[in-house]
């Protein structure tokens, strides 16, 4: 027993020291390749009014329960890095609507569960290749260079929910709500400090794998995605240097406007023999006032194959935003800024149409959204919002059973006619 204890007692030194090294080695790792943590929740309490469910057996839509719902609406955990001057990298995860209720007004994938699954969410390296800003080449999983709210962080909204023109841009672009796809991006900037002046361009090339094999292939036919943008910004700009993300909010720190061009295109493959999404986004920033948004024209080509191989079918829609707020600067340093946003998604009107578009998975009928609200911004990253939603939509054709867009569907719950919502909500981000 002594022996064994003169043992501890000698190595227990050794060890301690071991480890002191260890935490310093790691640490001095960590201060040298600039590794810093991600991590934001998103905490929502909201209350549903007019919801309907359609009932197969009774052939008609039947209310549902107003009700309550307490929900993790967005979660995301991981880190970022710069290990060397040119070189960045990302890897987050996600972990989204932990306790949603599926029949709540609130836009979202169905309930994840009382045991929560975490996926990934962004996975991407950035290497600067020239000495300036004009060559970044960005590589990994990671959502294409096209839309404004779809590269814009719920944390830098403007508004309880994010606008959801994003989610139809990234469905018809990639075929998932997330929006990410494996994917290499060029992508620099021009900057003219004495003209207010930055041009930034981006050239992607992606490839989705949603259209068949139940989302595993791009199919027996297939062709990659090809996804651009440049983008102006005039006045003071986004940022000095090359960067893919916007925000609503500058909190007057900055007086000036930008306005991009961006757009997708896939040729061939088994669900379609072309598609294509374009569009022009904005953004305008001066003193108190903000005013932000973005209109797509989403557009798909294909074949009748179940009647006639050679007979060509289309289906064109189209989805827009606008967000306004203004900044009321308080005197303990804090920010209320009341907004308001508008939201709409229109394709498909008639029942052949509509027919087409079922086709090749694209969306009918119309989808409108008109939310307004009140944001306490403790700081850019601590924020508490009171909001209001009304939903609407029109069906595409005689039937509203089959009428695809956000406001008839939800998933796990089938066809639905979604209500509408006031809600109270806390970001907390790193």
């Avoid at 000698?10 to 080695?25: G, H, K, S």
């Avoid at 995860?93 to 009382?114: K, W």
Wanted: proline fraction near 3%; charge should be neutral.
């Amino acid at each position: 027993m002594r022996t064994q204890l003169l043992v501890i007692l000698f190595i227990l030194p050794f060890a301690l020291f071991a480890q002191e090294t260890e935490q310093r080695r790691l640490s001095e790792k960590l201060e040298t390749y600039k590794i810093k943590p991600v991590a934001m929740m998103q905490l929502w309490s909201t209350y549903t009014l007019g919801a309907e469910v359609y009932n197969q057996g009774e052939g008609r839509y039947e209310p549902v329960d107003d009700r309550f719902n307490s929900e993790m609406h967005r979660s995301r955990i991981g880190f970022k890095g710069q290990p060397y001057e040119n070189f960045k990298f990302a890897l987050v995860g996600a972990y989204d609507f932990v306790g949603r209720d599926v029949l709540a007004g609130t836009v979202g994938g169905a309930n994840n569960g009382g045991n929560p699954f975490i996926r990934l969410w962004v996975a991407k390296v950035e290497w600067q290749i020239s000495k300036n800003d004009a060559f970044n080449l960005t590589t990994g999983y990671f959502a294409p260079v096209v839309g404004r709210e779809s590269n814009t962080a719920p944390t830098r909204v403007t508004s309880m929910e994010k606008a959801w023109s994003q989610n139809y841009l990234r469905r018809h672009m990639v075929g998932s709500g997330p929006g990410r796809a494996p994917g290499v991006n060029l992508g620099g900037v021009i900057f003219n400090q004495e003209n207010k002046f930055k041009l930034q361009y981006d050239v992607g090339i992606h490839s989705p794998q949603f259209v068949s094999y139940n989302g595993n292939s791009g199919g027996n036919t297939t062709s990659p995605m090809f996804a651009g943008k440049i983008t102006f910004d005039i006045g003071e700009p986004r940022g000095k240097g090359y960067s893919t993300g916007y925000k609503s909010n500058y909190f007057g720190k900055r007086n000036g406007a930008t306005i991009a061009f961006s757009g997708a295109m896939q040729g061939e493959t088994d669900l379609y023999t072309e598609n294509m999404a374009y569009g022009v986004e904005y953004g305008f920033h001066y003193d108190i006032f903000n005013l932000d948004g973005e209109y797509h024209v989403l557009n798909r080509k294909g074949t009748d194959v179940f009647s006639d191989p050679e007979q060509a079918i289309d289906s064109n829609g189209a989805v827009w935003f606008s967000r306004a707020s203004v900044n009321c600067n308080l005197k303990n340093g804090h920010v209320l800024v009341p907004y308001i946003m508008a939201v709409q998604f229109a394709g498909a009107k008639t029942q052949e149409e509509k027919a087409n578009a079922n086709l090749m998975r694209a969306f009918s009928g119309t989808d409108d959204e008109l939310s307004f609200g009140l944001e306490y911004n403790f700081n850019m990253d601590f924020k508490l919002t009171l909001n209001y939603t009304r939903r609407a939509g029109v069906s595409a054709g005689d039937d509203e059973v089959g009428t695809f867009n956000n406001f008839y569907q939800q998933g796990g719950g089938g066809d639905f006619k979604r209500g509408d919502w006031v809600g109270v909500g806390l970001v907390v981000g790193l």
